[in-house]
């Protein structure tokens, strides 16, 4: 008898065409199978839609929250970064957040489970506070959804502001995951 290998996909969000902020239990769970690739489905500068396969050799460098393992599956730390060594040339349509606080009720929600684009709008519910960094939405999610993002549009610009991680949870992009992924992405410039 052979072993069959595991695969699955995951969602991510592109900054730059260089940057992917994802779920780290996308990337390092022991359980699922190393990072092989990652294939991007997005808009590009002349409004087209690109697709491209980056394979394990262009992946430049991963970071995730060193305090985060399988084992804990601590929301708080689920969440990566992935840098490409090429950009990809395409139209960023999502900001990270600055220190300006939004006022907001309704959140939406982007992945691709099983290689399908699937959407969602919902309302924001009150973070946990048991469960710090994160916050959760009424919209009905599922597995390939995982490090997709989660925003909301202030001021006529749509801002990330979550990273999903659960059924209807997210990791919140907040100062300090900001700040540690400008930190991240000066070290590997």
């Not at 769970?29 to 409004?47: F, H, V």
């Not at 390939?144 to 749509?158: C, D, E, F, R, T």
């Amino acid at each position: 008898m052979g072993l069959i290998p595991y695969s699955f996909n995951s969602t991510g969000t592109l900054f730059e065409g260089k940057y992917l902020v994802t779920a780290g239990h996308n990337v390092y769970d022991s359980w699922k199978s190393d990072l092989e690739n990652i294939a991007l489905t997005c808009k590009a500068k002349d409004g087209t839609i690109a697709r491209a396969s980056i394979d394990r050799q262009q992946i430049l460098s991963t970071r995730f929250d060193k305090h985060y393992t399988s084992a804990n599956h601590s929301f708080s730390q689920d969440y990566a970064f992935v840098a490409l060594k090429s950009p990809i040339p395409v139209e960023s349509s999502l900001n990270l957040p600055n220190k300006e606080s939004f006022n907001f009720s309704e959140v939406e929600v982007a992945g691709f489970p099983g290689g399908v684009l699937r959407y969602g709008k919902g309302q924001y519910v009150k973070n946990d506070q048991l469960l710090k960094h994160t916050f959760k939405y009424t919209v009905d999610t599922t597995k390939g959804m995982s490090g997709g993002p989660v925003w909301l549009y202030h001021n006529n610009k749509s801002f990330l502001i979550g990273v999903h991680v659960s059924e209807g949870m997210a990791r919140e992009v907040d100062s300090k995951l900001v700040e540690r992924f400008e930190t991240w992405k000066n070290e590997v410039m």
